[in-house]
């Protein structure tokens, strides 16, 4: 018996980072994401009989160990459904997934990749499972991956671990969203590492929880509203919040390159000309730019980021579009 699920990552617009509970990814502060549509995972999850069961996985085509985290979910599987159990201690799993864009280089792979898993494994192992628990089964993966299994603008609440959908991925037309590549290389310090390195030792980590649960509220009100300009201020603040929490913590974490700086005083250099936001950009672990922008704007954004790619500051602009969720093929015996 075999399923094949795609998913996609999401680009959190309020950010993640620092943990409450470590062991089961419960964050400090609630977060709000978008999904991505061009950019995807395919994972599928084959479950064989077998004497002494075994879990195998392969991603990229590469065969890799499955991770204490891929062990987390699986036994939370064991301990919500009795079904599971049976069939777990009768069959072998062989997870293999891949991913179309970087894996772990701050494009949220990691998202994108246990979102598919966690549907995968609900829909072979446990059908009844609800969303909100699929959610918190690929929160254990990684707790960015709860936003990854609903399309468009996905909240995750920090209180009660609720993830919920704010608006669809057809709520706002006009809303375009591009990433501008700078370097597709896996990342120095993970985003695990980076929060747990950032919880112990920046002064200001709970200040920053603080600024981005009120940030939740302005946020949420702009994606509803559909106000470019208020969305775009608040998304670039959290972004740069971020990015100086990471600084000061200790040693450092630097995720943004030269390039990065560079599409950021690009973005502002256009938004001032404007008089008003026409483009933000927001980045995750990594030097690469999410920039949201709109229909309108569109060209002219991206005429602009193409000046750096031809100065060979960034390597790629990607039109990304807005989507996500996850999609599950028929089942095969
Ligand atoms: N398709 C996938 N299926 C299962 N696990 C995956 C998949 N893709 C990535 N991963 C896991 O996620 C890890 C990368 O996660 P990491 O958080 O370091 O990077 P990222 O998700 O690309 O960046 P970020 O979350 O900071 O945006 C990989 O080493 C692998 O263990
Ligand atoms: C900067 C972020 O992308 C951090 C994401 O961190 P992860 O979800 O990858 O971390 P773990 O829960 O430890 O797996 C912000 C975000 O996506 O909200």
New binding site residues.
């Given amino acids: 018996m075999e399923v094949t699920v795609e998913s996609h990552p999401n680009i959190a617009l309020v950010k993640y980072w620092g943990k409450a509970d470590a062991a089961t990814n419960t964050p400090i502060n609630g977060s709000v994401s978008i999904g991505m549509q061009n950019v995807k995972?395919t994972?599928n999850v084959h479950l064989e009989p077998a004497a002494a069961p075994s879990i195998e996985m392969e991603?990229n085509g590469m065969p890799?160990t499955p991770?204490q985290r891929v062990q987390n979910m699986i036994d939370y599987l064991i301990s919500l459904s009795p079904p599971a159990a049976e069939l777990l201690s009768t069959h072998s799993l062989k997870i293999t997934?891949?991913?179309s864009f970087?894996?772990?280089?701050?494009?949220?792979?990691?998202?994108?990749?246990?979102a598919?898993?966690a549907v995968a494994l609900k829909t072979l192992l446990a059908p009844t499972l609800s969303n909100q628990t699929t959610a918190t089964l690929a929160r254990l993966?990684?707790g960015?991956a709860c936003r990854s299994i609903h399309p468009g603008f996905v909240r995750w609440d920090a209180e009660n671990g609720i993830v919920t959908q704010v608006a669809t991925d057809k709520h706002w037309p006009e809303l375009r969203l591009l990433a501008v590549v700078c370097c597709a290389e896996k990342?120095a310090v993970?985003?695990?590492e980076g929060m747990l390195r950032s919880a112990a030792t920046c002064p200001f980590m709970d200040r920053r929880a603080e600024v981005a649960s009120a940030r939740l509220e302005d946020v949420e009100s702009a994606i509803i509203s559909k106000d470019f300009p208020k969305l775009a201020e608040e998304v670039m603040r959290d972004s740069n919040d971020l990015h100086a929490v990471c600084l000061s913590s200790y040693p450092p974490i630097v995720y943004l390159s030269a390039s990065s700086l560079a599409v950021i005083n690009t973005v502002h250099a256009l938004n001032s000309s404007h008089n008003s936001p026409i483009a933000a950009y927001t980045f995750?672990?990594?030097p690469n730019a999410m920039i949201l922008t709109t229909a309108a704007y569109c060209k002219q954004v991206k005429w602009a980021l193409s000046e750096l790619k031809l100065a060979g500051s960034v390597k790629d602009i990607i039109d990304i579009g807005v989507g996500g969720g996850t999609v599950v093929q028929p089942m095969k015996e």
């Fill in positions: 995972t994972t991603l890799v991770s997934s891949s991913n970087p894996t772990g280089a701050g494009m949220a792979s990691s998202a994108s990749g246990m598919a898993l993966g990684s960015s990342k993970g985003s695990t995750d672990a990594g």
